[in-house]
């Protein structure tokens, strides 16, 4: 980790970056959110009254086996929600599920770095003796590599993870809260290795299961099926309420069909990975990829 910041500082670099976090969700910031986006241009009004801000919040870079990514932690849940409503919802004023704790946010547009490879082309041509330099061709060539100007974004909370209660993980709040940050964070970085260096493979329950084993894992040192049941709402074989709802929609005979299959694959990951005595979180990310035509079929 490196590059951190905290405290206000953190939103009010990223709207520097990004100028549509100095819009309000909802219908007026809406109007504006295409000019900003699409379009490049500044903010009319900096203001970010719409955030509480906290001196703990934090911003940090993080190395991952398929890139780095930032990391936004926010302290406030109604600053989660609303980076979450103007970045990941086009600034639209959605329903957060109380269930969601993070979110990656991958492909957003960075001006900045648009604008820097800009005055770097005006440069390089006027030290050319370029009288008339071509910046559309230029723009063209260089905004057609997507990592060139697309930056990804991991935004996180800080309650308990999906919603469940230090009491029934059976610990103390201060120490639950702490391991939900590891969790949340390794979850959503192994989503962005996932989709980096496993394309192909877009199951989005298989998704979780592999994203919470993970973070299960680096939090724990050790993988405890039980333990993601409890996040996806699964006791035994059963659906019982939680988080694993949020992902059918085909009615309560599929979530039943789609509960057991779950719960087969978490005794499963549990054997492979008692079977491997040292292992780093991310190592996992290969070994449970690599069996999932086994066990989703």
């Given at each position: 980790m490196e590059n951190t910041l905290s405290g206000r500082q953190v939103i009010e670099h990223l709207a520097e970056i990004y100028q549509q976090l100095y819009l309000c969700p909802g219908e007026e910031g809406q109007a504006q959110y295409g000019d900003i986006v699409k379009a490049g241009e500044d903010a009319?009004?900096?203001?970010?009254?719409?955030?509480?801000?906290?001196?703990?919040?934090?911003?940090?870079?993080?190395?991952?086996?398929?890139?780095?990514?930032?990391?936004?932690?926010l302290q406030e849940r109604k600053d989660f929600e609303t980076f979450l409503r103007i970045?990941?919802?086009?600034?639209?004023?959605?329903?957060?599920?109380?269930?969601?704790?993070?979110?990656?946010?991958d492909g957003v547009i960075n001006w900045r770095k648009i604008y820097a490879r800009e005055e770097e082309f005006f440069r390089e041509e006027e030290e050319?003796?370029?009288?008339?330099?071509?910046?559309?061709?230029?723009?063209?060539?260089?905004?057609?590599?997507k990592k060139n100007y697309l930056d990804v974004i991991i935004v996180l909370s800080t309650g308990p993870y999906s919603a469940v209660s230090a009491e029934r993980m059976g610990m103390p709040e201060e120490e639950w809260l702490t391991l939900s940050s590891v969790i949340r964070r390794y979850h959503e970085c192994t989503h962005f290795i996932c989709r980096k260096l496993y394309p192909e493979k877009k199951e989005p329950v298989w998704d979780e299961l592999v994203a919470d084993a993970v973070g299960i894992y680096a939090a724990f040192r050790k993988f405890d099926p039980n333990i993601e049941k409890l996040f996806l709402g699964i006791e035994g074989d059963r659906y019982i309420g939680g988080r694993l709802e949020n992902y059918v929609e085909d009615g309560q005979e599929a979530l039943a069909e789609l509960t057991k299959k779950a719960a087969r694959i978490l005794g499963e990951f549990d054997i492979m990975i008692r079977e491997k005595k040292e292992i780093e979180p991310f190592e996992l990310v290969t070994l449970l990829e690599d069996s999932m035509e086994r066990l989703w079929g």
């Open positions: 009319e009004i900096k203001s970010l009254s719409h955030f509480t801000m906290n001196e703990k919040d934090t911003l940090a870079c993080l190395d991952t086996p398929a890139g780095s990514v930032l990391c936004v932690t970045m990941g919802h086009r600034c639209e004023a959605v329903e957060i599920p109380k269930t969601q704790g993070a979110s990656l946010l050319k003796g370029n009288p008339d330099p071509d910046w559309s061709s230029e723009f063209r060539r260089f905004t057609s590599d």
